[in-house]
């Protein structure tokens, strides 16, 4: 079977696959489907078998768990370039957490079986993955120490330091302050008052689709960098 050369395309643009070289790019391409998602639809759900390794061409996703009450965690925001379910799948369980599009999207697929089996074959890829696995570790831990040991202003603080480009941090359109609740671990109304708090200090400004850094260093201080 041949690769299709958006697929190579594709995977040769992730950083998850960053030090894999050109050939095995190839071998990987040969290994995906090309899915795409509506607004809304999920992608999978928490506790379902069929499970594979998911790259990001186009479109913004997340990762949720959600309470038996209805409340969700955002666990991350996927955009263009990332990699999800890498934890399902090299478990060998079943997925982890639910995956939604937020926005239309496409992303590649490689089956749990195909994605165990290149890992057998090419030590090469073993290595990345398991670099790559360490990393995503370090940043669960991250997110729990946030939960449970930050104020939600600190909390507020380090992702708009840390999701920012050039002082800006540009909100598309499904960013809204109910999301960013969820992601942050909190409510709405509550993140309405961190923001405004953190704009009454000078900190930042909330515009409709960016927030601007107006003091980075005394961002950073809230945050507790």
């Not at 992303?107 to 290595?127: E, F, G, T, V």
């Amino acid at each position: 079977m041949e690769a299709s050369d958006e697929a190579i395309r594709a995977l040769a643009a992730v950083m998850y696959f960053k030090d894999v070289d050109d050939d095995l790019i190839s071998t990987i391409a040969r290994q995906t489907i090309r899915q795409e998602f509506e607004p809304g639809q999920v992608v999978f759900l928490e506790g379902e078998q069929e499970v594979a390794l998911y790259i990001v061409q186009s479109g913004w996703f997340k990762a949720v768990k959600t309470s038996p009450d209805g409340r969700e965690q955002v666990l991350s925001f996927l955009g263009p370039g990332e990699v999800f379910n890498a934890i399902g799948v090299f478990v060998e369980s079943t997925n982890p957490a639910t995956v939604i599009a937020l926005e239309a999207g496409i992303a590649w697929a490689i089956p749990q079986s195909a994605m165990l089996k290149l890992l057998d074959d090419h030590p090469q890829l073993a290595r990345v993955v398991i670099r790559r696995l360490a990393g995503r570790v370090q940043q669960l831990i991250a997110m729990v120490e946030d939960l449970s040991l930050r104020t939600i202003e600190a909390r507020l603080a380090r992702y708009l330091i840390e999701q920012s480009s050039a002082d800006q941090l540009h909100r598309p359109r499904w960013a809204t302050q109910a999301e960013l609740a969820n992601r942050l671990g909190t409510v709405p109304d509550v993140l309405h008052r961190a923001l405004r708090s953190l704009a009454k200090d000078n900190l930042i400004r909330v515009e409709r689709h960016q927030i601007q850094i107006l003091d980075y260093e005394g961002l950073a201080i809230k945050a507790g960098l």
